[in-house]
């Protein structure tokens, strides 16, 4: 099933992943990527659209500084996409 149906809903949190949306059809696929590994069961779920938004500066600096992900080396341009793509999703 795409990523992006596999979105993960919180009642009265506005923040929901949806495929219409180009930041969030090129953002999750990266974060189910690189992410979802470690970040489906430890801190918080990728496929919370709510939770990425909460930590969206925190994952730029990390991701950026490449202390994340832990288990592989990203070039720097995927380290530029994720970083661009980060910070180029609405949250409310």
């Not at 690189?34 to 430890?42: E, P």
Request: aromatic share 6%.
């Amino acid at each position: 099933m795409p990523a992006l149906l596999r979105g993960i809903t919180v009642p009265g949190r506005p923040n929901v992943w949806k495929p219409e949306i180009p930041q969030d059809a090129k953002l999750l696929p990266l974060l189910n990527r690189y992410c979802f590994r470690c970040h489906s069961s430890i801190n918080f779920h990728v496929f919370e659209k709510e939770a990425v938004c909460d930590r969206r500066s925190d994952m730029v600096s990390y991701v950026d500084l490449a202390i994340m992900p832990q288990d592989r080396k990203l070039s720097r341009a995927v380290i530029e996409d994720l970083i661009r793509s980060l910070n180029n999703i609405a949250c409310k």
